[in-house]
């Protein structure tokens, strides 16, 4: 167990659906992380919240809606999904960007999305 | 910019074998490294990381890695594998922004 939960672990959504992917961490950082892991492709980051302000948007589609309403918590809001959009999505989180280099990142289980 | 280049997509080996899994990087900056495993169904583990110090890192599960700053290098190895050691492996490097930069993983098919 990694300190880092998320749920549902597989969702299958039509294109049309709106529906909202959960993060919780019990580590006590104060950064907090959204991945995209396609086959046969490197892990995208998505969005990075340090100390609940968002801090990075990577040219992510405004389909995809971040909110982190605490430290502890980070939502995925989706809606109005492509085929394209399924992918395993990971969240991990760390201590927050001071500034230095070190950043080691704790990863969850993911959940497996499936558009249709 | 910092990226990161591993060198195989897969590696196939046979249960008992020693197995090195390459990874070069490039970066004008001084580099944290690490090497994450990804299990089938599973999140990324931390299995070892180069901070400062000792170039040759001890991580998890018998894993090592050495760092190698005149060749930019990080390469993983393990003396003896095993069926369990069968998964993704990703090299990644810490960016002067903090940001993790991964490469595109290897996988690591270990045959009894």
């Known amino acids: 167990e990694t300190g880092v939960t998320q749920t549902p672990r597989h969702l299958v959504m039509g294109m049309t659906n709106k529906k909202s992917l959960k993060c919780e961490q019990h580590?006590?950082?104060?950064?907090m992380y959204w991945y995209k892991q396609s086959a046969k492709k490197p892990l995208e980051l998505m969005f990075v919240?340090?100390?609940?302000?968002?801090?990075e948007n990577n040219s992510v589609p405004s389909r995809f809606s971040p909110e982190c309403p605490n430290s502890s918590h980070l939502f995925l809001h989706l809606h109005t999904l492509q085929p394209e959009d399924s992918a395993l999505y990971l969240c991990?989180?760390?201590?927050?960007?001071?500034?230095?280099?070190?950043?080691?990142?704790?990863f969850g289980p993911g959940t497996r999305l499936t558009v249709l | 910019a910092q990226s990161v280049t591993q060198l195989d997509s897969q590696v196939p080996v046979f249960e008992e074998a020693p197995v090195e899994l390459r990874c070069n990087y490039s970066?004008?900056?001084?580099?944290?490294l690490f090497w994450y495993v990804q299990y089938p169904n599973q999140g990324l583990q931390l299995l070892l990381k180069?901070?400062?110090?000792?170039?040759l890192v001890k991580g998890i599960n018998g894993f090592e890695a050495e760092f190698n700053k005149s060749q930019t290098s990080f390469h993983l190895r393990k003396p003896s594998v095993h069926i369990s050691d069968t998964a993704e492996y990703f090299c990644?490097?810490?960016?002067?922004?903090?940001?993790?930069?991964f490469g595109q993983g290897t996988t690591l098919q270990v045959k009894p």
């Open positions: 991990a989180s760390s201590h927050a960007l001071a500034g230095g280099l070190y950043n080691e990142q704790f």
């Open positions: 580590l006590g950082h104060n950064a």
């Open positions: 919240y340090s100390l609940e302000e968002r801090v």
């Open positions: 970066s004008s900056v001084s580099v944290y």
């Open positions: 180069y901070l400062s110090g000792s170039t």
């Open positions: 990644a490097v810490n960016s002067n922004t903090g940001k993790l930069i």
